[in-house]
């Protein structure tokens, strides 16, 4: 959430410059966008950040493993919706072609940049939390035993 936050900061304050201190039709578009899908980022990463201070950090195995497949499970969607984005975005600049040129080209060309950003970051903390999993998750429960006469745990020296 750190990353988005920041992110949505910079691209903000970007946009606002450049909604300021251009005439460009397709620039003061691109700088618009990017301002309002930010804000939206934005109003999301900072709830999510506190949440997550919050949260509760000591978790029975079960409910750990569970929060692991929840995680993964929704950056694996959200990679999806960037993909959604990032097809919207193309959607918009081949209509700017023939409608609304600076709005859709603009719109278009904002809409791929934020799409591919989440989609990195989005790719990236699946791919964290994915080897976190195999590393230290699975890696635990290789060791555990459970047979007839109760549950076990093997360590090798």
Known sequence: MVT???WSIANIAWG??????????????FHTMNILWNSINLAIAVPAYFGAKKGK???PFRQTYKEQQKAE?????NSGLDLVYITGGLYLTERSKTINHDRNLGFGQSLMLQGGFLLLLDATLYTVNVRHANKKLNGFLDKVII???????????
């Open 147 to 157: 047979g007839s006469n109760g549950v076990g745990y093997i360590h090798r020296f």
């Open 16 to 29: 606002t410059t450049g909604v300021l201190s251009t005439n460009d039709g397709v620039a003061k578009e």
């Open 4 to 6: 988005l936050g920041t």
């Open 73 to 77: 499970k929704s950056f694996l969607i």
């Open 57 to 59: 950090y000591e978790l």
